[in-house]
């Protein structure tokens, strides 16, 4: 009976004794040089990508994996069910995964490839590529052979026995047990704005436990963990392939491909679904699971993770798609326990920024090798997510938004579902025509992810422009600017599908579900606060712009009472009703308590109108949505303070009329200035024992905002 030889500097040899071939040299029978772990013919082709040692050439790995399937503890076992069905052996088990890390580490004198990133057309490879015929496809690419550099790749290529070695271990120590998984993903995925594609994280979710089940099982091993944690780091040498097919998109970060982008991205979303639970008087949070008892420690602790993970990408290869999804989902989590004004969001934000430039996600999805349409299509959704993040950030702390229209392809994502983005392209084009209206909405009126990021794309590149004319340089921006940039987006709020407005004079409206309640009035209060900002914008001084603002500002504070008074059945959606009370609440009520207590001090120099009585009905009980704010949520220490200025204006506009006001009469007036004066609101609210609340008091401006600073 034949047997294999023995593998020769981490290559197996075929029966012949001559070592094995790369995939790409042995498919086009050409001479592969065997380098390790990329090959010089395929470093001078630039298609380091696809350049693996594949153990068993001729077995073909399974389309998907097995629920419940393992990977084999012990070498050549033939019992049980494995992964690859019909063939009846598991390519991934532990043999091979060590397989995976010899190939890949053996060698000392690897250099690492990265993908490469974007460049734009003033970059200094512009005139290069420019004049590609003449000068060659990869000469900027090819890698370095003197001794100096291979002596730095050398010193780099030793992260994996150490620091990092142990740091991934540290993190597989911390992946929840299967079940723990199952039921965050479950939260996360019914209770959080979800934008990530749904069927592909459930895909491998359950790639993780049937590839790395046993590794991962109870007890957990020292042993099994630096295996899978040598495998994990090892893929992160190779770069991210160019997928035109939905199979291998899948295929690229699953099974024995798993990457800590795609681990790094399971932590934030344990920590999100961990912060969207309803409290439940100090029991733990999950029945069964002790561990998830304090809601902002153990989200805390997911986000390290994440963190760390984020680390081992940054340390081994070039951005991709799947890092700016871990990046996203890190941002989100921390707005929700340090905060949206908080230093440590602002960093994350800036990081998120410069990741998605790199990658060329700004350009559009054509800006980068012609992927397949579901690819493209995930893009659009990336960036859409993120830039609308971006705007809603600047709004909120007053700052200039890090990713700008100008700059950018501003592509709306296609109103599809998830399952639907999973067909071949061609099928996924004749979806597209069939199912979509000449405008890109859906025809049959279902809520997708697309058509929820779709509406808030359209909100937030408006939003970008007038945040020019807010936060920009006075340059001298004409008033016809303004009112033609708030005309368009009144005409973008209308042009939105029927079912995506608000209209609350339709008798079916409080019968909506929660879910619809909450998307149609936030996109209500979006489209508000656009009108809003064009509104308080400086102006020619006349009195009725600034009705107009504060007719806006108390419309949208009654769109927040509507929320309020249907908290009970918004329980599930407590992180987002909790995100309108602050994005939207505070600015708007911020706003009218002032402009009340200038009408209760100043009654007869007063020239607007104020319904007063309606007012103070609306702060009381905007005071009360304050008060919902729970102290594990990042930014229950604004919500505590402006309940504060709140709740003291009141007292203020409450009070009987002073002296000096009931004295004015008609003919006194007339020798008075003929405006309001602005209001200090330090003294309105006194002596403080509490010096930050002091000092916070001290860097508001009251008469424009916004009322947040960092803390």
């Not at 009976?1 to 050409?30: D, F, H, I």
């Not at 491909?257 to 409290?279: C, H, K, N, Q, Y």
């Not at 656009?530 to 020619?540: G, I, M, Q």
Request: glycine share 6%; with cysteine.
């Amino acid at each position: 009976m034949s047997t294999t030889p023995p593998p020769v500097n981490g290559l197996p040899l075929r029966r012949n004794g001559k070592p094995q071939s790369c995939e790409p040299c042995r498919k086009a029978k050409a001479a592969c040089g065997h380098e390790l772990p990329i090959c010089q013919r395929c470093r001078r082709r630039n298609i380091a990508a696809q350049c693996t040692y594949h153990p068993a050439p001729l077995t073909r790995l399974p389309t998907a994996p097995v629920e419940g399937a393992r990977v084999q503890k012990k070498a050549g076992s033939a019992t049980g069910t494995s992964a690859t069905g019909h063939h009846g052996q598991n390519p991934h088990g532990v043999s091979n995964l060590l397989f995976l890390v010899n190939q890949r580490v053996q060698d000392s004198e690897n250099i690492r490839v990265s993908s490469s990133e974007f460049l734009g057309p003033t970059s200094f490879t512009a005139m290069f590529r420019d004049n590609q015929a003449n000068i060659g496809e990869d000469l900027l690419m090819e890698q370095p052979d003197d001794e100096i550099s291979s002596d730095i790749n050398k010193e780099q290529d030793q992260w994996w026995k150490s620091e990092r070695l142990s740091l991934g271990i540290g993190i597989l120590k911390q992946f929840p047990e299967k079940e723990l998984c199952w039921r965050l993903i479950s939260r996360h995925m019914s209770s959080c704005d979800v934008e990530l594609h749904i069927p592909s994280m459930k895909y491998c979710m359950q790639s993780i436990w049937s590839t790395y089940g046993e590794f991962l099982d109870e007890p957990r091993s020292q042993e099994s963990l630096t295996t899978m944690a040598q495998t994990i780091l090892c893929n992160e040498l190779v770069p991210m392939p160019v997928c035109r097919s939905t199979g291998e998109w899948l295929e690229s970060f699953t099974g024995s491909r798993l990457r800590w982008e795609i681990i790094g991205t399971f932590f934030a979303m344990f920590g999100l679904a961990v912060m969207s639970m309803p409290d439940l008087n100090g029991n733990s949070l999950i029945k069964g699971y002790e561990t998830v008892r304090d809601r902002r420690k153990y989200a805390r602790k997911m986000n390290e993770c994440a963190e760390a993970c984020l680390i081992l990408c940054d340390d081994s290869s070039a951005v991709n798609e799947y890092v700016i999804w871990l990046m996203h989902h890190i941002h989100m989590l921390t707005t929700y326990y340090s905060g949206d004004a908080s230093r440590q969001l602002w960093r994350r934000h800036g990081a998120l920024a410069g990741a998605i430039t790199s990658l060329g996600l700004h350009r559009g999805s054509d800006a980068t090798n012609s992927p397949s349409v579901m690819v493209a299509e995930l893009r659009k959704l990336i960036f859409a997510a993120a830039f609308i993040q971006d705007k809603q950030l600047a709004t909120f702390t007053g700052r200039p938004p890090a990713l700008s229209r100008r700059y950018s392809v501003c592509q709306l994502p296609v109103d599809l579902t998830d399952m639907e983005l999973m067909a071949d392209d061609e099928e996924l084009k004749v979806i597209m025509d069939t199912k979509l209206d000449a405008a890109g909405w859906r025809k049959d009126a279902i809520v997708t992810q697309g058509t929820t990021l779709r509406a808030w794309m359209i909100m937030a590149i408006i939003r970008d422009e007038i945040l020019e004319l807010s936060l920009g340089p006075d340059i001298g921006s004409s008033y016809m600017h303004r009112d033609d940039v708030k005309r368009r987006s009144e005409q973008a709020y209308a042009n939105l599908p029927a079912h995506l407005r608000l209209m609350s004079e339709d008798p079916m409206f409080l019968q909506l579900s929660s879910d619809m309640l909450i998307l149609r009035v936030n996109l209500s209060l979006e489209f508000l606060l656009n009108r809003f900002l064009l509104e308080r914008l400086p102006d020619d001084g006349s009195q009725q712009n600034k009705q107009d603002m504060l007719n806006t500002a108390k419309e949208m504070l009654d769109k927040i009472i509507i929320l309020s008074a249907n908290r009970d059945r918004l329980h599930e959606h407590q992180v987002g009703f909790s995100w309108a009370i602050v994005y939207f609440g505070i600015p708007t009520a911020g706003v009218l308590a002032v402009e009340l207590l200038k009408q209760s001090k100043y009654p007869h120099l007063y020239p607007l109108t104020l319904p007063r009585s309606e007012v103070i009905q609306n702060l009381s009980i905007f005071i009360g949505c304050l008060g919902s704010i729970r102290p594990t949520q990042g930014n229950y220490t604004l919500c505590v303070r402006m309940r504060k200025v709140i709740r003291r204006i009141l007292d203020q506009v409450l009070e009987p009329v002073s002296t000096f006001d009931a004295q004015l009469t008609p003919s006194s007036m007339e020798a008075e200035p003929q405006f309001v004066p602005d209001i200090d609101i330090s003294s309105v609210m006194g002596p403080t024992d509490d010096p930050d609340f002091a000092e916070w008091l001290n860097s508001v401006d009251w008469t424009k905002g916004p009322w947040v600073t960092s803390y």
